[in-house]
């Protein structure tokens, strides 16, 4: 091979590798200058897409601190019947499950030997009266002693005692209703020996009915007699119903282990719809503040020790820092940087940035 033609390929290849080298170099500059240089007329803000949002326009509106609690619903009031004394059941005269009256009798027990005691004592009244008036005659004529009359009256004052005595007893056999209520099932059955620790029927008085509840300690303050609460049960078809009570007594102390008081409201319950047994939402009104500027509380963004919104202003999203004040379980009272009128952010808040380009699909007036 001759020097000419050898110092040729070597030529070639080395032009060959520093193309290799400076290519990709090129191609690069030429895809950023393309990257970076706007369409002809079009500004980098009109090209950035605008983000769909809700918003709401601030208004004064009511505002209520609400405090939450479960609850129970009771019985007004609720026993255990059973007899006063031992024997065998002659007779039940209730029907389970029905409305009772006050002193209606429901059960007896056999009193038969009681009645005969009974009859017996009675046999002796007017002989112990016939020898009280003549000892009282003869007294008046100092026929007889002071003492002989005396011991007649004495007699017959404990006849009659004796008598009181039995018929307490066959009272005992008697199973009344101490209250207005609702028996349940009983649970024994004629013919059955039962004692006072044998329960008979549960009588319940359902109307009007008590709500009670547990509130943390620092609504301690907030709820006495007088107070009116709110409370929530699941109808049949799972919607929640409301109802409304007033508070009639509270604990007299915070129960130190879960630091929460005890209260209890009382309800009407006129149609006794509602039974005993059941789980309550509770809510107590701790205070309102009237005329309050608000946004939703998902409106608020915290962000290194503050709290942002962001406000639309002419098509763009602008953060606002805020000073707060009551919160609720859904709302945020604004006490600084917003005013009546402005239109706030309500959705997509974790994608804004200040001067992004939004459009409001729905707006709300609050």
């Not at 509130?215 to 919607?239: L, P, R, S």
């Not at 119903?241 to 007299?252: G, P």
């Not at 149609?271 to 047994?277: C, D, H, L, T």
Request: charged letters at 25%; one cysteine or more.
């Amino acid at each position: 091979m001759t020097k000419p033609v050898k110092w040729s390929i070597m030529g070639i290849i080395a032009l060959t590798i520093i193309g290799l080298l400076v290519y990709p170099q090129l191609k690069q500059q030429e895809n950023t200058g393309k990257a970076v240089t706007p369409a002809s007329g079009t500004s980098f803000a009109r090209q950035r897409q605008a983000l769909n949002i809700n918003a709401i326009v601030l208004r004064q509106q009511e505002l209520t601190d609400m405090g939450r609690a479960i609850g129970s619903t009771l019985p007004d009031e609720e026993v255990n019947l059973s007899f006063e004394s031992s024997g065998k059941i002659v007779a039940i005269y209730f029907k389970e499950g029905t409305h009772v009256k006050k002193g209606e009798l429901l059960a007896k027990i056999n009193d038969k030997p009681l009645q005969a005691e009974l009859k017996k004592l009675e046999a002796q009244v007017q002989l112990a009266k016939d020898r009280v008036f003549r000892q009282g005659t003869l007294l008046e004529k100092d026929a007889v002693s002071q003492e002989a009359y005396e011991q007649v009256t004495t007699e017959y004052e404990k006849l009659m005692a004796d008598i009181e005595l039995v018929k307490a007893h066959i009272a005992q056999t008697e199973l009344c209703a101490p209250f207005d209520g609702i028996v349940g099932l009983r649970l024994v059955s004629e013919g059955a020996y039962v004692t006072p620790a044998t329960v008979i029927v549960n009588l319940t008085k359902i109307s009007p009915l008590k709500i009670e509840f547990s509130i943390n300690e620092y609504y301690a303050t907030d709820v006495f007699d007088g107070t009116n609460i709110t409370f929530y049960m699941q109808n049949t078809d799972g919607k929640e119903q409301k109802y409304n009570a007033t508070v009639y007594a509270v604990e007299s102390e915070i129960e130190p282990k879960t630091h929460t008081l005890k209260a209890r409201a009382i309800f009407p319950n006129e149609n006794e719809a509602i039974k005993p047994g059941r789980y309550v939402s509770v809510e107590i009104k701790k205070r309102e503040i009237k005329n309050a500027i608000v946004v939703p509380s998902e409106a608020v963004i915290p962000e290194m020790g503050k709290s942002i919104v962001y406000k639309y202003s002419d098509g763009e999203a602008q953060p606002v820092e805020i000073i707060r004040g009551l919160r609720t379980a859904d709302m945020v009272q604004i006490l600084g940087g917003l005013q009546l009128g402005d239109t706030v952010i309500t959705t997509g808040v974790m994608q804004l940035r200040a001067g992004l380009p939004v459009i409001i699909d729905n707006l709300q007036k609050e």
